[in-house]
């Protein structure tokens, strides 16, 4: 089952629905930071590890940052690939990796990352796993939505937060994807709960915005953690939107949900685009008709990123 995550996750200030589940949220909390980690003993890896993870939960650009990261490592001739864990709710994001390049999956991502070193990658690019205490790697980046950022800024069931956002104390570098907006307030907050970490910054960018007629009308779906980030960028780009239509995060689409996409562009005389990632999801049959944007996340100072990269990890 699909759900949408509550709306009052995304208030800027915690409602009585979100003060209501506080207790569990500080429950869970304490549960959690006693939870028995078992140590896994492992050989020393020779492979570098950078975990592309999230605080917030869901629709932060961690798949986008991670191909853009392996696009990087490649331009500088680095052997890297993708370590996806498998879950059976995100077959579109390995589908995606796998169209970018060699996707490693296994039920427990230190499998993966041995197979990746055994056929002779040198960086692994993990596509979440921040919260794995089973894995300690080189480099993190916790990705964050500009639109969203902290929420409400509780953890679960409260909030959308995996952990609390003072955590961030302990990490060193932060990722703010979006589109083209105001972070002055974002950083200032992230600034004061830890004054040494590095913000970077990302704009997503659609790359097959010429197979468009921008004249027209076009109905939107998706469903992905964040489209509202989705509908920004098309409009951003001249698109011209008649209706769009929001489905919960990695939504498993039906021939009478497409059907009903079909009428409603019909009624409405538009055309239909979506996600590529939506895209992947959708069975051969129900594609006709159905266009998806294709996007890349054009890092701000990307310099700066690849050369924290190659130092952090000690890539020659």
């Known amino acids: 089952m699909n759900l949408k995550k509550p709306k009052f996750w995304d208030y800027k200030k915690p409602n009585i629905y979100a003060y209501c589940l506080l207790p569990i949220a500080y429950l869970l909390q304490i549960l959690n930071s006693f939870k028995f980690v078992k140590k896994i003993k492992t050989k020393k890896l020779k492979i570098k590890t950078i975990c592309v993870g999230n605080i917030y939960i869901g629709g932060t650009g961690k798949t986008s940052l991670s191909i853009k990261i392996n696009e990087l490592l490649n331009t500088n001739n680095i052997k890297s690939c993708f370590i996806k864990k498998i879950y059976k709710n995100q077959i579109d994001e390995k589908k995606l990796l796998e169209t970018r390049g060699k996707v490693f999956s296994s039920l427990k991502r230190i499998d993966a990352i041995n197979q990746a070193e055994n056929e002779k990658f040198e960086v692994a690019i993990l596509d979440d796993g921040l919260q794995d205490h089973t894995l300690k790697c080189d480099i993190n980046f916790i990705c964050f939505n500009n639109l969203n950022w902290k929420g409400n800024g509780l953890t679960i069931p409260a909030g959308p937060l995996r952990e609390n956002i003072y955590q961030l104390k302990k990490y060193q570098h932060v990722f703010l994807n979006g589109n083209h907006d105001d972070l002055s307030d974002i950083k200032k907050d992230i600034l004061l709960i830890n004054s040494n970490i590095n913000i970077h910054t990302g704009i997503y960018q659609p790359i097959n915005i010429h197979e468009f007629d921008k004249s027209t009308q076009y109905l939107v779906f998706s469903g992905i953690g964040n489209h509202q980030t989705f509908i920004k960028m098309i409009e951003e780009n ?72 190659l130092e952090k990890n000690e890539i020659n």
């Open 238 to 309: 001249g698109f011209n939107i008649s209706k769009d239509i929001e489905f919960p995060d990695h939504y498993k689409y039906t021939e009478k949900d497409i059907k009903q996409i079909l009428d409603q562009a019909n009624s409405l005389n538009s055309k239909i685009i979506t996600t590529e990632k939506d895209y992947l999801r959708l069975e051969n049959k129900m594609t006709k008709g159905i266009k998806f944007i294709k996007s890349t996340l054009e890092i701000i100072d990307e310099k700066k990123l690849i050369n924290t990269i």
